[in-house]
């Protein structure tokens, strides 16, 4: 037979998959995809279980963060097994990057009822436009990412493309962020002199102000996780950022593992009960 004879680029002399030139451009650990499974698993399994419990619906969009993370990183297991199977790594990809939009929506909407069972006049702006203005804006960013993960999904020499559109989405998504932020700081300023006041709360300080704390805890992980995928993208899909998974699992999965877990230690639906708080819990 020829010494010459074709050889399949995608396998090394021993017939392992030449990772190196998969889209992953190293040979990614399966074992730290399946712990990240098994971790998104078991605070969804916990955030479904608080939410029922204290029927707080306004956390559904969380519990589904938590639920299309976990699904991202088995669809990880699934294509590292397979690296060179394109439409399952962008599968994964995609909704590792999109799912935090989901926990951000959730904070969006944990604001006002903060403020709803605090000190509504605190707010800056009208504290019931709050959800709406910034879930439309959460909502843009969603499509967008869903818009570049899909031409990546389906063009693999669009590649860059869809990177710069799913970077787009994020940017959007880190202004708005980084405005409510703003609001939520100049809410609590002004509360606590209404504290400091004596004026009366639906529930007790102690408690809209652990959520409160919980709340900036875990959208900061948000707003630090959103600047990191910035960064990447801007590096391009090749760079080394994204050819080094190492990043993704400290600030990506790490940020949003602490987003998520922060509040099934302080879960909004065991605070946010006043005299009329729990009809408003279900809302």
Known sequence: MNSSAYRDPTRLPDG???YHISPFGEEPRISLAAVAAA????????HLIQGIRHKTL????????????AVGYFCRIVSINDPFNIPMYSAQYSFIVVSPVLVAATQYVMLEKVMHHSYP???PVKHTLITRTFVISDIIAFLVQVAG????????SKTDLGLRIMMAGLVV?????AVYLGIAIVFYRRAGKLVLEGKPALVETKAWRTIFMTLMVSGNFVFLRSVFRIIEFSYGFRGFIATNEVYMYVFDF?????????FNVNHP???????????????
Do not use: C, P, W
Not at 58 to 69: D, N, Q, S, T, V
Not at 149 to 156: A, K
């Open 16 to 18: 392992s998959f030449n």
């Open 149 to 156: 993960s899909s031409i990546l999904l389906s063009d693999r």
């Open 121 to 123: 006049e605190a707010s």
């Open 254 to 262: 790490g940020l949003m593992f602490l987003a998520l877990l922060a």
């Open 173 to 177: 998504q880190v202004i708005s962020f």
């Open 58 to 69: 306004y956390m559904a969009a969380a519990i589904a963060g938590a639920f299309f993370e």
């Open 39 to 46: 971790i998104y698993t078991i605070l969804f399994a916990f």
């Open 269 to 283: 639906g065991a605070y946010l009960k006043g005299k009329h708080a729990d009809a408003e819990a279900i809302k």
